[in-house]
């Protein structure tokens, strides 16, 4: 691909990323308190951005030959057929485990790793639904736009689980422990969510907080440096 081509493609890939971070933060907050989500500045946008622009650009690289072979598949004889068998073997029997172990990890597991199973699930019937209808399109011509829609909405549902998931891994993880100490009281194994150049999000005593940054005088972390 010339650098042409591939300029003329950044501001999609620069959309798709905003769309990420955005998503993502949404369910990121959702698991902590969505009134916090004020707590984000430019700083932790730029971060995140900077984080996901390069994931899409190798994602979308990497996605280009299996997407390739599918193309030529789909127009391969028969190929509704053989992407039906493949769906009913596969596809559907792995979307079927994953809602078991989400169904398991409801009823015994740890809670925590529910988000993480529904993300899973979300994204693995949004490819299936883009599947389909590409094949359909390649079939008929015509766009099927119940699938596209389908495609779309449960994979950003997918991302903001993500979010969820990842928001409670920080709050229940013991390697993220700290010790803040403020102008009045110091904190002892804290964990920390969220900075800013607004302050602290973190968790002590099973509370969720906002410490500003003006009432902080130190923290450290409770890591040993190997």
Not at 204 to 214: E, L, S
Request: hydrophobic residues 55%.
């Amino acid at each position: 691909m010339k650098l042409s081509d591939a300029l003329r493609f950044l501001p999609y890939v620069s959309l798709i990323s905003l769309a990420i971070v955005a998503v993502f933060n949404i369910g990121y907050f959702s698991a902590i308190g969505i009134h916090f989500i004020g707590v984000i500045d430019i700083s932790n946008l730029v971060y995140s951005f900077g984080l996901v622009f390069p994931i899409v650009t190798t994602a979308i690289q990497v996605s280009l030959g299996p997407l390739f072979d599918f193309l030529k598949f789909s127009k391969s004889d028969n190929a509704w057929e053989k992407y039906r068998k493949i769906s009913l073997r596969v596809v559907f029997p792995s979307i079927l485990v994953a809602f078991v172990a989400l169904v398991l990890a409801t009823l015994y597991w740890d809670w925590r790793a529910q988000n993480g199973l529904v993300a899973l699930l979300l994204a693995a019937m949004s490819v299936n639904f883009a599947a389909s209808a590409m094949m359909y399109f390649r079939r008929t011509e015509i766009i099927d736009w119940s699938d596209i829609g389908w495609s779309l909405a449960t994979m950003l549902i997918a991302i903001s689980y993500t979010g969820r998931a990842v928001a409670y891994q920080q709050i229940h993880d013991k390697n993220n422990s700290f010790l803040v100490a403020t102008k009045e009281l110091t904190l002892v194994d804290v964990r920390l969510v969220r900075s800013s150049s607004n302050g602290f999000l973190v968790v002590a005593a099973g509370r969720i907080m906002f410490i500003p940054k003006d009432e902080v005088r130190f923290v450290r972390s409770n890591r040993d440096v190997n």
